[in-house]
């Protein structure tokens, strides 16, 4: 089985505005690495945000980061995520991705695919996934991706807000993340879910891991419209 670390949110390359930014960024970056390598797994990281400055501007700073702690010598890749293009994020595009492999090292580069955010920015992975992948593998090489995030999401397409939602009560929808799933190109790579804990009826402050359920939908291959409702009757009862 395949470890993947996810770094921390804190962490922002492409800021270019604050020195300071980007420096705690390439040493939580660098640090986050080396707790990795010994896990022999992934890190997986938004690429970064480039806060007004403009998508060429923060680029340039994402690959700055990057060089400074991808080494060749390093025993694990970084994947960076595909993102929804909320604010001045970077990666909503599939040519956004690939410009960050200009950097030195970039063979240490990979990418993580998260469905809610890959629709989000506009990409219609719910009627034209192969078409979508298609693309990919043009621009930066479908075998780059290294992880999936599994999300439905709260947002049309092209929303650009990255909310995510549990499996089939979103936007995208059972059938299009069951395909996505169970694609025959991607059987082997990793794939987590993020989905959203189901709030408690009886009491605000608690909530429930969704994870268990959405994973038994996927394997059947069937959606239950009950499972929000299933899940807090059958936490609330056992206790």
Known sequence: Q????????????????????????????????????TAEAYVDSAPGAHVGEGVSIGTEQIIKGLNE???????CCVALETMAGKGS????TFEELAGFTTGKNSDKLRVCFDTCHTSDSGYDIIHHFDDVIEEFDRIIGKDQIAVFHINDSKNVPGAAKDRHENIGFGHIGFEAINYIVHHADFRDVPKILE????????????????YKYEIEMLRAGKFDPDMKERIVKEHEKSV
């Open 2 to 37: 395949e470890i993947i670390v996810h770094a921390p949110y804190i962490i922002n390359l492409g800021n270019a505005v604050k020195p300071e930014t980007i420096f705690l960024a390439v040493e939580f970056l660098a640090k986050e690495i080396d707790r990795t390598v």
């Open 69 to 75: 702690v991808l080494t060749q010598d390093m025993d």
């Open 89 to 92: 994020e970077i990666g909503r």
């Open 195 to 210: 989905t959203p804990y189901i709030p408690s009826v009886e009491n605000p402050k608690k909530s429930y891991a969704p």
